[in-house]
T-cell receptor, first 114, second 111 residues
Framework: GAGVSQSPSNKVTEKGKDVELRCDPISGHTALYWYRQSLGQGLEFLIYFQGNSAPDKSGLPSDRFSAERTGGSVSTLTIQRTQQEDSAVYLC???FGTGEYEQYFGPGTRLTVT | AQRVTQPEKLLSVFKGAPVELKCNYSYSGSPELFWYVQYSRQRLQLLLRHISRESIKGFTADLNKGETSFHLKKPFAQEEDSAMYYCALSGPGGATNKLIFGTGTLLAVQP
């Protein structure tokens, strides 16, 4: 079946512009995660959604970052007033639930802020 | 603080040689430990997790709580093992299953 998909695959934007990154999780997966992979850094957790529960936003680096998940499926990560340090690969993952369920990752969106 | 440390950015070995990718963690409690792998131009995928106690593609990892380590080992490396390897942990501290990753080790297996 189809895996996690993300769009766009690449995004180049000018400093100060807003960007939206999209994630389509695997059908039936109730948990959705966003991570960021910066050059020279590991993967950093950003935000987590599980069903109708309030999202865990503890990893968002600043208030310029926000995310929503509509209808318990598709998620959008929005970065306002982008900065050069926001350049990274943004990864989305989904899982059937929490606990012992494996997280399946998407191909990522490479964001470059010029 | 929760932290995963992978001290080696690059590990280069010859085909058939043993491999050990190091991972140490810091966590108060009983975390779950994982190894993820990313082959060239492929997405990140789970290799193994400590609770499964499986051997995947010849790789094994043992959780050593005394040394807070979860090193990944393979007795005989193959060229197709060349990839980026990430150690990660998650824990019951909170309702999420978020993963805390190390910075990764690039394994290069030479012919």
């Amino acid at each position: 079946g189809a895996g996690v998909s993300q769009s766009p695959s690449n995004k180049v934007t000018e400093k100060g512009k807003d960007v939206e990154l999209r994630c389509d999780p695997i059908s039936g997966h109730t948990a959705l995660y966003w991570y960021r992979q910066s050059l020279g850094q590991g993967l950093e957790f950003l935000i987590y959604f599980q069903g109708n529960s309030a999202p865990d936003k503890s990893g968002l680096p600043s208030d310029r970052f926000s995310a929503e998940r509509t209808g318990g499926s598709v998620s959008t990560l929005t970065i306002q007033r982008t900065q050069q340090e926001d350049s990274a690969v943004y990864l989305c993952a989904s899982s059937f639930g929490t606990g012992e369920y494996e997280q399946y990752f998407g191909p990522g969106t490479r964001l470059t802020v010029t | 603080a929760q932290r995963v440390t992978q001290p080696e950015k690059l590990l280069s070995v010859f085909k058939g040689a043993p491999v050990e990718l190091k991972c140490n963690y810091s966590y108060s409690g009983s975390p779950e430990l994982f190894w993820y792998v990313q082959y060239s131009r492929q997405r990140l995928q789970l290799l193994l997790r400590h609770i499964s106690r499986e051997s995947i593609k010849g790789f094994t990892a043992d959780l050593n709580k005394g040394e807070t380590s979860f090193h990944l080992k393979k007795p005989f490396a193959q060229e197709e093992d060349s990839a980026m390897y990430y150690c990660a942990l998650s824990g019951p501290g909170g309702a999420t299953n978020k993963l805390i990753f190390g910075t990764g080790t690039l394994l290069a297996v030479q012919p």
